[in-house]
């Protein structure tokens, strides 16, 4: 009988050739007891927290718990129900009407996870006689998607206007196309330059869906994403978003003024075939979202943050991923696993949680420790977080 394992044989060796050094295992840390956005207890000790994504640090304000303590005394724990089914209570419809609210659109639907978000649109929207064209390094869930539809896949290189043009323009005159885009990717940090990106997309009649999974909150006037600050709201035919990230709990959704979104109910699997969200869930997430409308003083305390982080690493010698600060997340580039692994354990050491991330997350060869910063880290904190990397750099031999 073969061993259906037998394939990940080689990672298994891996990971515990690793192991078998002495560090701990940077993929199954324990958060004993979260403090704060910004503080968690870790092996018994206080640790600021860096790579959490909870870049609006919603996950501890006082309106955004009382409102899920409210809905988990009002409807209880769960629905038990698609939702098609039994599965849609007041508070879901609460909650697609806030993000209508927060996107100024027609329409919004709400996912159990933003993955699945993405899932359902990209298995749903287009055919086998259509094709998707997408940026290189998208997300899983993006891919995934894709894998589950029948649609015709075409990637361009990351960021490249010049390669999307070139690969849109070789497509046959048959068939819908959709460009899917993301404002921030989330290994490097990076942001899409947009502006010319929906440039090209319309010029070459196709539909557009941008992922602001890590651009929600923080950029354009009101937090809506990369795609706002580009000024291109009225080309994006969708935005896919989750509320794991600066919304500060779980879930995902879909926005579009397209007129016939609605059909999306009947016929996208990911949406119809599972449990929908728990009340408290939705409800957390309405007020959550209904407050980031008007954080303007947190977005710019978050960019303060991260040019700030960025800058400090750049002039203890590491090597980051952007040139300049681009979002929220600030990636560290290092020679290999060992040494990556190496210098996470010396930040967790320190009194610093970060990501490690390694290929397939990563294109192949790239090891890094990716950092995301909060709008609730304070001055001190960053300081402190600045100290430790200096530190353990020198400790681990990542910097001179």
Known sequence: MTD???KF???????????????????GIVM???????????????????????????????DVIAAGKKALDDYGSGTTGSRVLNGTYQSHRECEEALKEFYGTRHAMVFSTGYQANLGLMSTIAGKEDYIILDADSHASIYDGCALGNAQIVRFRHNSVEDLAKRLGRLPAEGGRLVVLEGVYSMLGDIAPLREMVAVAKQHKAMI????????????ANGRGVFEEAGVEDDVDFVIGTFSKSVGTVGGFIVSNHPKFEVLRLVCRPYVFTASLPPSVVATAATSIRKLRHAGDKRAHLW?????LHEGLRGLGFNIATPEAQSAIIAILLPDQQSTVLMWQALLEGGVYV??????ATPA???LLRC??????????????????????????CIA
């Open 32 to 62: 004993d007891k979260v403090l704060s956005p910004t503080l968690a207890i870790i092996e018994g000790r206080e640790t600021i927290l860096l790579g959490t994504y909870n870049y609006m640090g919603m996950t501890f304000d006082p």
């Open 9 to 27: 044989d080689a990672l298994i060796a891996e990971r515990q050739a690793l192991l078998d050094t002495g560090v701990r295992d940077p993929f």
């Open 4 to 6: 259906l394992f037998s």
């Open 355 to 360: 990501n490690m991330a390694r290929p397939p």
């Open 304 to 308: 303060k943050n991260s040019r700030r």
């Open 372 to 397: 995301s910063l909060c709008a609730e880290h304070s001055d001190e904190q960053v300081g402190r977080i600045l100290e430790i990397f200096a530190t353990a750099g020198k400790a681990t031999g």
């Open 209 to 220: 869906a941008v992922d602001e999974a890590h651009g929600m909150g923080f950029f354009g």
């Open 365 to 367: 060869g790239m090891y």
